[in-house]
């Protein structure tokens, strides 16, 4: 009996059809690249003040001097959120007096911004934030809807594999393609901020399924050899370059309704995919529609000038799958040992922890000294040689030696970042992107090594759990980009600090690099630690039963 790969074997591991689904599968991921970050530019706050109505009679002394200064970065400027009270120095400019001559304007009565702000639109001229007046205190509203795009995220995959295996890897590709094509597209009409939350919300539930199914296509349809290469570098990279087109666009469209309808012109321009991207025959083939499975190989036989057997899918040789029966796991079985147990919560830890770094880093763009744009295709085009270069070290190295090295690398260049002299501006910028591509390098191998760590019996949920803290993260992530409105170097410091303690905690991971995949719970590697804890335990028993057969004999056992 052979199983689907020895079936197909004779397609071959990498002809015209199989670049064919690389790579257009590869560029349906590119519309996920820029739809999750364009918050960026969508949510950008630009340079805002009190605005002061030109309908008042100030002279333009007290105009000038019209708002309260604050010293930031060592620097005087003027307060965001507070003004003068217009009654009070309306009444001094009527007598003539002059500002810091005349009036000491530290005793002057302050008020808040009653006639709302004046933003400057050197960098936007429009975002949701100067459209709704986002800002003091209602600043909260921005990392909240970003907060919320990563709850769809989290919602969507949730559901996203369960609608691909009862509906179809394609179609629920393209209906979710078109959800978070279409959400977008209505975003773009939003008349406050209470529908643009809920539309993005949804948005990210179209996003993270739509990437899922692409990702779990490729894997079936493509060769054993082929699909490590789609998982690591295929659909990473082009999300990477999707991540790079988004402040080339953000950059000639500076208004955020038109920069949101540019964004959904290249999903629409996905859907003509459909006609060249096959559903996944291994998951015809599950649900018993044989012949459609072999349209679909024969059609790609005849693209790789190969001739398909007059019988490819023969009932009473393929091995079903389905009509065996599993032994049943629940979610239980991720803490029912000592060992699993631990591995479950360090792995959530770091997936966590991993998460909170990377996306915090991504949001912080527009906190970067120098061109908001640049530095963002820079924390972009930084992902392509850290996906290659992990690419390469789970090729070649042991795999927590590889991520601990890539996280000591992220967060101590973000802890560094306090120490630089505040005039250095390039260098803290360079830090920033070094920092981004030791944790996307990290990110990249995460993957891959929480799947070989958990056994075949209960992989999926283990993934399915430590993926689920990943998202946990990128929705905590906005508010560490937050505390940079009380300090500047804070959110780098928390993330460094908790980036440097995550990767002393892989080294005592097990190592999975060479060594084959367990597949119950009895074969899993042990946690670094535990394996003494156990042996020493083990050397007690035998110690404390050297007059007792009973327990010799059961320590043996």
Known sequence: MRDYDEVTAFLGEWGPFQ?????????????????????????????????????????????????????KDGRQVPQKCRRYRLAAI???????????????LEQLEQE???????????????????????????????????????????????ISGQLSDRFGRKNVLFLTMAMQTGFSFLQVFSVNFEMFTVLFLLVGMGQISNYVAAFVLGTEILSKSVRIIFATLGVCIFYAFGFM????????????RMLLLALTVPGVLCGALWWFI?????????????????????????????????????????????????QSHHIYDLIRTRNIRILTIMSII???????????????????????????????????PAYVLAWLL????????????????????????????????????ALVMVGKFGITSAYSMVYVYTAELYPTVVRNMGVGVSSTASRLGSILSPYFVYLGAYDRYLPYILMGSLTILTAILTLFFPESFGVPLPDTIDQMLRIKGIKQWQTQNQTRMLKDGEESPTVLKSTAL
Request: hydrophobic letters at 45%; one cysteine or more; charged letters at 15%.
């Open 19 to 71: 670049r064919l689904i690389f790579f257009l599968l590869s560029a349906s991921i590119i519309p996920n690249g820029f739809n999750g970050m364009s918050v960026v530019f969508l949510a950008g706050t630009p340079e805002h003040r009190c605005l002061v109505p030109d309908t008042v009679n100030l002279s333009s002394a007290w105009r000038n001097h019209s708002i309260p200064l604050e010293t």
């Open 90 to 104: 309306a009444n001094f400019s009527a007598l003539g007096l002059e500002p810091g001559v005349d009036v000491d």
């Open 112 to 158: 808040n911004c009653l006639d709302g702000w004046e933003y400057s639109k050197d960098v936007f001229l429009a975002t949701i934030v100067t459209e709704w007046d986002l800002v003091c205190q209602d600043d909260w509203k921005g990392p909240f809807t970003i907060s919320l795009f990563f709850v769809g995220v989290l919602m969507g995959s949730f």
């Open 245 to 256: 087109v988004l402040p080339l666009f953000a950059y000639f469209i500076r208004d955020w």
């Open 278 to 326: 096959p559903e996944s025959p291994r998951w015809l083939v599950s649900q018993g529609r044989i012949k459609e499975a072999e349209v679909i190989i024969r059609r790609a036989a005849k693209i790789n000038g190969i001739v398909a057997p007059s019988t490819i899918f023969d009932p009473d040789e393929l091995q079903d799958l389905n009509s065996k029966t599993p």
């Open 350 to 384: 770091l997936w966590l922890t991993i998460s909170v770094g990377y996306f915090g880093l991504s949001l912080d763009t527009p906190n970067l000294h120098g061109n908001i744009y640049m530095n963002s295709f820079l924390l972009a085009a930084v992902e392509v």
């Open 394 to 429: 789970l090729q070649h190295l042991p795999r927590r030696y590889s991520i601990s090295g890539a996280l000591f690398l992220g967060g101590g260049v973000l802890l560094f970042m306090q120490l630089v002299p505040s005039g250095l501006f390039y260098l803290s910028t």
